[in-house]
């Protein structure tokens, strides 16, 4: 048992083991680019918020 802890221990003091490990960027979809496209655009944020606004208010007050 003694010997089982002591793997454990090392096991867990490895720096390599504790870091985040980056991973190789993947190709971006283009639904997510659409989405990020529509999200730089003010205008449309604006009647984006507005209509969240207007299904929370209406949900709210059911």
Known sequence: MTNK???DMK???NKEDRE???EAEKEV???ILEY???VSDEA???H???RIA???SHYLTK
């Open 5 to 7: 802890r002591g793997n």
């Open 11 to 13: 096991r867990l003091m």
């Open 20 to 22: 985040i490990k980056k």
């Open 29 to 31: 979809s283009q639904k």
């Open 36 to 38: 990020r496209k529509k």
């Open 44 to 46: 449309y944020l604006d």
């Open 48 to 50: 984006a918020i507005n």
């Open 54 to 56: 207007t299904d929370l």
